[in-house]
């Protein structure tokens, strides 16, 4: 069975946006509300890198944990979607999460926030695939088209690679092996668990 | 006597019926999520389109 | 006497033995493992420079920005929003699901059923504290009116917050397995909203309840004597207690006031993510110290409803009616009573309440006789 992960290669990213702009576009996500950012480390300094982060989609993932409604579930691949209709806005994930992946379309007095939103590893959510329903709550679903995260196909440099665990860790594998360096798989202890 | 019990047991109805968002009852199995469902978690959704990702991932991220 | 004599020589002489040993003791057990200092300089290679393992590490930088981008550190993005943050990583989380997961959730859990279970058998075991001698049919004023409606607002929106704030951190626990996701989905977003609309107002409540009631609660020394006696609780004493005894003092000192600003203080931070100083850090935190001064609380809360209504014959009727009767107040508050009486208020019985409301414009109060608690 395909374990589905991220990956980005910081010796490749190269900070261009591309994943950010094509995750915007492709699911049409509200102002204020970011599925993916780049965040660069030692910015203008030298040394400096780049890392996309989104939703890890973990393992044991902290958002389900502390739900209070338990909207989140786990596809048989390893996919974190949540349900729209069960959420209520508390934040409580937000907090919980390493990665800073839930977002809200809101900010407002009173707790009050909307339904939250997150990377979906383009899976849509639990509306019927396909529907107007799953595109207006959740985005597009490309993996039922049996394609990747767009954000990590259209990558330029092929940073991020985005796909079956094992696939991606040997692509990611030969290039450490043939460029020399350390491998830098980043998030993925947090995200996946140490037996990986 | 009679009138206050047959208070109570009304409110233990109502408060009931309120928990229970007024019918429509999902009885709750560990591990087994009852939200609306979601076909494309299952196993065999991720068994269908695993060769297919798995071949996307070969030929969109490998250097060519 | 000579043997005295030798006794003392020989008791001297074990204590001197005695002290110079532990002398020893201590100077060997600092002088000893410095002996190593020694062992170094002798055996140190000369020539060749020592090995500055900071230095080295400092020349990694690399590694150097990955750890701190693991520990939280900071980076640039220029996307924009109110959930946008700039850590790569952060632990924050992770410390708040095990707080909230584990000890919260179980602890704070059993903590609550532990005291509604301790109070049930305590009325199962003692019932009722009756009025001494019974009632005696005349009373006198205990709570005005406006008192009475600041205390049964924040009342019910006690129970409301309870409620609704113990759903959504039980919710998944308890009433999930009851009524499903849909269902309880629906019933936390109302329990959401309502949490976070009525705890603005109970705010509020709870601090003119501070300031106007700060003055009953002052300590005095005769609740010192109050809290030896156990309150009499148990048993039949009567210790002194003025307007509030010692316990009600405890539960508006720690309650009320601590826990209850605890609460109040934490629960703005929460409420209000739009003032812009709330971190993920000092937002989980809030949040975990909101829940557990809340659960502490509705500890204290128990006892507090227990004792003004089953516990005690005669003691709701204060907070509903707003009098009480004399001889509950000889029995509870004797020191009160005296003060009242002292102050020239006169006990009144019922008929002649009756006969004062009948010509009063607004009539219709129930006499007390109906009202046995």
Redesign the interface.
Known sequence: ??R?KFLCDAERCIEC?AC?TACKNEHEVP????RR???????GR??E???S?ACMHCTDA?CA???????F?????G?V?H?K????????C???????A???P????????GKMDKCTFC?????P?HSQEELTKYGT?R??E???PLC??MCAT?AL????GN??AD?YRKRVMTRGGRP?T??WQ?AYGDDI | MMPKKIALSAIAALSLGLLAGCGDVTLYEPGV?K?????????E???R??D???D???A????R | MNKHHDAAVRARRRWRSMVWSMMAIVFLAMALPSAGYLFAQVGEPTGEPQRQFSEQRETN??SD??R??RRG?G????????????????????N??QI??GPLMTVGGWFLVAVFLAITAFYLLTGQKKIDGGRTGRTIVRWKAYERFLHWFNAICFIILAITGLS??F??TVL?PIVG??A??SY??FA?GAH??VG?AFSVGVLVMIVLWARHNIPKKHDWVWFKEGGGIIGNKHPPAGKMNGGEKVWFWVGVFALGLTVIITGLI?????LGFQT?EI??WA?IIHATAAILWMGLFLGHAYIGTLGTEGALEGMTRGRVDVAWAKQHHDLWYEDVVAAGEKPVSEEELHGRQQQGPAPGSTPAGERGT
């Open positions: 069975m395909a589905m946006q950010v102002w204020g509300v970011n950012r780049v965040i660069v480390m030692n910015d030298p040394g890198k780049s890392i982060v902290p944990a502390v739900c209070p409604v338990d909207c579930y786990t596809t048989a691949d996919i979607l349900d209709d069960l959420c209520i806005g508390c934040g409580y937000f907090y919980a999460c390493p990665f800073g839930p977002q809200y809101q900010q407002t007095a009173f707790g009050v926030r899976a849509g959510g639990p509306e695939v679903n993996v039922e049996g394609k990747l990590a196909e092929k690679i985005a796909g079956d696939v991606i692509i830098q980043w998030g947090a | 999520y939200g609306s469902g979601d076909e494309t978690a299952s196993e959704a991720a068994e389109r695993a297919a990702l798995r996307r991932a070969q969109a991220h490998t250097d | 930088p690399r920005m990955w701190d981008g550190e980076g640039f993005t220029t996307q924009t929003g109110p959930y946008v943050t700039n850590q790569l990583m952060t632990n924050v989380g992770e708040y699901r909230r997961q959504l951190l919710g998944r999930i996701h849909q309880f989905s936390a977003e959401y976070n609309f603005p929460a409420l209000f993510p739009n993920r937002m989980s949040l």
